[in-house]
């Protein structure tokens, strides 16, 4: 029926992916994006493929899936077969039968109206006749546990069941090579954790290989793989076990962030082994000494002096909210947010972290309870006159964008507001220099990249000198090296005066950057803690779908039961070097 | 979820017919309240259409809000009709009834009778619409243009348009209030110009931000082998059932006794004064 066949010859299990001195430069880029990659990937293996935005990765799966050279044109170089035939030499259609191919945006590739049809949509395209479409339907939607939610359409669904609608789509046609593009990025540290299993057990279950494409490789350790590929600029730096890895010093060159467990090691003067077995800590093993420097590093260290506590800013007191359908978004929610603090709100999607934000910036209108900036009702004033004061950033800055110059952009607000020419001048010049984009100030948006974009539309809400900032998920999607570009961004801002409210799923972020953490579910708040009290309390993160950190598991592994403050001491000395 | 599609699922042989079907039955209906004015076919249609309307277990407040949009457009449009030529009527029917009133603002039995045929054509158009609206599963019916000869390429882009546009219509919504704090004038209180630019910058990132998605969409539908073969299967499809054929069938003799009464009135319009 089509031109593959198995060269499954030897005892050595056979090839699925065999790329050598394989490389790919896209039309319309001056350089190559993969040079000379040899790489193979064996039936029933799992491997991951980390590496910094940029680093080809994509492109890699690209080149698997048969969107290259497919879809995307450009010069390819070396070879690349999937079952011992060159895939340029295949269709794409005869490819995407063997590889399945899970992508990043769960909204976007959700193409049917209901689960049931996108999961079908391949077989359609296949012409399986109805009765069949049926059943395989039924089965694929039972692999992944979304047997439930068949009718639902897209938006009814949370990323994580969309995702695994997704993970049915490809399954129905039986393939050989499940590819995963970068599965945790748009979900909550629960779902992400659920994906990750669930990964685990497809491949036990239906015996393909598996390619997970990701850089939060704490996360996918999570469940054994059984390869690590690193990539940087286009070539493969690594290719061996997570043990392998992890006891080596590849990652951090790479803007890779290691596990926090590692790096807590590392600070410690422990120096890791592969014989330690550091891929995930539940293998990990330490010694005696080991964990006696872990605990001299934890009980040795400095005082640090906090930051001052401000004056109440933004008070919000018995707020509740409901959507017309008589879904509970919010309620009884009270909070107090500090002058020149930083918080972050965190929880999973629909626990009510955008609700409340919208009620804030009035964006919803608020029905119960009060809403406080200082002394003033926020209730009496309309969206605009609460811009004045709050800022919001939206998560995806290209939604903000409406001029094609970046001055006109930042400019747009003051004009709108129409201020006297010098003054719009003057906070323009000032905000372009703060935010690090002055030396751009010519530029079209167009020639941004995302970090710098995002700077631009905080600027563009900086420029009105608000007193509150609210970003929504500013580094969604954003490898180590960008998110640690916008949030030191960030905290430059905060420290420049300016309160900062960032409503994020990362746990990361909440735990470094955040002074205090509101955590919601099911609209309400259930904790107004700091990032690292609320990582080491198992009970609180079971409740609101969180995950604990790692650093949680280390501090009792070695006898420590200040797990919070192990994580406090753990951030402030990887801030301490950062900014050596 | 708002939808294009306002589709009410509940168990009923309306429901059960295929979509293409029903958009067959929904264009003869509405070509044959269209080209006449005979009062008489005028005045069953509505009855036929609330009778449609019963065995499909919509609700009149299923249906209210849209009713009474309508019932406001035909009002203003009634009147207008009226201000603009008084004696329309005569004018049709050739005679000429005061009833009350001179002068310009005369009103003649053959104007309210004029205007009666035209809240009649409404009145059978506007139950079809909306029966249809509600009966008629989003998916299934891109099926069942497919079944209709309309290659399944269309089809499907009709599908996907309406599986995108809630998700569209959510993005709009959300750069419009961001847009808004940022100053941007869309309510009332902004001159026309002002109100136009400002949804140009509405326009500018939607459109921006729904161009990024056609890249997804297009790679995950070849990834999953959309465009293989020359025709595809649906998993919403359903068989035509003798229902399908009939209505089908008593649409198109709608439209013939349409035309037929056309020709015997010799004109669109059905004369009582002579």
Not at chain 1, 217 to 240: K, P, W
Not at chain 2, 52 to 66: G, M, N, P
Not at chain 2, 203 to 224: G, Q
Request: include cysteine.
């Amino acid at each position: 029926m089509s031109g593959i066949s198995e060269n499954g010859g030897g005892n050595a299990p056979a090839a699925v992916f065999e790329f050598s001195h394989y490389g790919f430069q896209y039309e319309a880029q001056q350089e190559p994006t993969l040079y000379d990659i040899d790489l193979v990937i064996h039936k029933g293996e799992k491997v991951l493929i980390a590496g910094p935005s940029g680093c080809g990765k994509s492109t890699l799966v690209h080149s698997m899936n048969g969107l290259i050279p497919f879809a995307y044109k450009g010069k390819r170089s070396g070879s690349l077969k999937l079952f011992g035939t060159e895939t340029a030499d295949l269709g794409i259609f005869e490819i995407s039968t063997r590889v399945g191919t899970v992508l990043q945006d769960s909204d976007g590739q959700f193409v049917g109206m209901t689960a049931a049809e996108d999961i079908a949509f391949a077989l359609e395209n296949d012409c399986v006749s109805e009765p069949e479409l049926h059943e395989k339907v039924r089965t694929a939607a039972g692999l992944v546990h979304i047997e439930d939610h068949l009718s639902h359409a897209p938006g009814e669904l949370s990323g994580g069941q969309r995702q695994r609608v997704a993970m049915a789509g490809v399954l129905v046609a039986d393939v050989d090579v499940l590819l995963f593009d970068e599965p945790l990025a748009n979900l909550d540290p629960a779902a992400g954790m659920d994906a990750v299993e669930l990964i685990d057990q497809l491949q036990q279950k239906t015996g393909a290989a598996v390619v997970i494409v990701e850089h939060r490789i704490e996360d996918v350790l999570h469940r054994a793989v059984d390869r690590v590929v690193l990539m940087d600029r286009g070539h493969i730096v690594f290719d061996g076990t997570p043990d392998a890895l992890l006891s080596s010093s590849c990652l951090p060159p790479c803007g890779i962030r290691e596990p926090l467990y590692i790096a807590a090691l590392r600070y410690a003067g422990v120096a890791i082994t592969e014989e330690m077995r550091p891929a995930s800590l539940s293998t990990l093993r330490l010694s005696e000494e080991d964990k006696k420097k872990v605990a001299d590093w934890f009980y040795e260290r400095p005082q640090r002096k906090k930051k001052a506590e401000g004056a109440p800013l933004l008070t919000a007191e018995h707020v509740s909210y409901s959507y017309g359908n008589g879904r509970k978004a919010l309620s009884d929610v009270s909070l107090s947010i500090r002058e020149g603090e930083c918080v972050a709100i965190v929880g999973k999607n629909g626990a009510g972290k955008t609700t409340f934000s919208k009620l804030v910036c009035g964006f919803l209108p608020l029905k119960e309870g009060k809403i406080r900036l200082r002394e003033q009702d926020l209730d009496r004033l309309s969206i605009k006159e609460r811009a004045d004061h709050i800022g919001y950033v939206m998560q995806n800055p290209n939604q903000m964008i409406s001029k094609t110059m970046i001055k006109d952009e930042v400019q747009l607000g003051l004009r709108l507001r129409g201020l006297p020419e010098e003054e719009i001048d003057r906070r323009y010049e000032k905000v372009l220099r703060v935010c690090g984009i002055w030396g751009f100030r010519n530029w079209p948006v167009s020639a941004l990249s995302f970090g710098q974009r995002k700077r631009m539309t905080v600027a563009s809400i900086l420029v009105l000198d608000p007193e509150i900032l609210i970003l929504d998920e500013p580094t969604a999607g954003q490898d180590y090296r960008h998110y640690t570009e916008i949030m030191e961004f960030l905290r430059e801002v905060n420290e420049a005066g300016i309160t900062v409210v960032i409503i994020t799923h990362d746990m990361h972020l909440m735990l470094e950057y955040a002074d205090r953490a509101f955590v919601f579910t099911g609209g309400e708040l259930i904790a107004d803690k700091t990032g690292a009290e609320v990582l080491t309390d198992p009970a609180l993160i079971e409740k609101a779908s969180l995950k604990t950190t790692s650093l949680y598991g280390l501090a009792l592994m070695c006898g420590i039961p200040e797990a919070s403050e192990f994580a406090a001491h753990f951030v402030a000395t990887e801030r301490e070097r950062k900014h050596q | 979820m708002r939808n294009f599609f306002n589709y009410i699922d509940r168990p009923s042989p309306i429901h059960r017919m295929t979509g293409a079907s029903k958009f067959v039955c929904l264009l003869l209906w509405s070509t044959a309240a269209m080209i006449t004015y005979d009062t008489r076919l005028l005045a069953l249609m509505p009855v036929l259409g609330l009778v449609f309307f019963f065995f499909a277990k919509i609700r009149l407040k299923d249906v209210s809000f849209t009713m009474g949009l309508v019932g406001a457009f035909l009002g203003i449009n009634l009147i207008l009709l009226y201000l603009f030529s008084p004696d329309h009527g005569t004018e049709i029917y050739g005679t000429r009834h005061v009833l009350f009133g001179g002068g310009y603002f005369v009103v003649t039995a053959e104007t309210l009778f004029y205007l009666l045929n035209y809240v009649l054509k409404f009145i059978s158009f506007i139950p079809i619409v909306l029966l249809f609206v509600c009966t008629t599963n989003p998916s299934e019916f891109a099926a069942s243009l497919n079944r209709i000869g309309i290659p399944y390429s269309i089809a499907y882009a009709v599908a996907l348009a309406l599986r995108y546009i809630p998700d569209i219509q959510e993005d709009y919504h959300e750069i419009s209030q961001a847009q808004q704090a940022r100053g941007i004038e869309l309510s009332k209180k902004g001159g026309v110009i002002k109100r136009l630019k400002g949804a140009a910058s509405i326009l500018v990132p939607l459109v921006m931000s729904s161009m990024a998605r056609i890249e997804v969409i297009s790679n995950a539908m070849e990834l999953r082998s959309f465009g293989k073969k020359r025709k595809r299967t649906w998993y919403m499809a359903r068989p035509f059932r003798a229902l399908d054929i009939f209505a089908m069938l008593f649409t198109a003799l709608l439209v013939a006794a349409a035309i037929l009464l056309n020709v015997l009135n010799g004109s669109r319009f059905y004369n009582p004064f002579v």
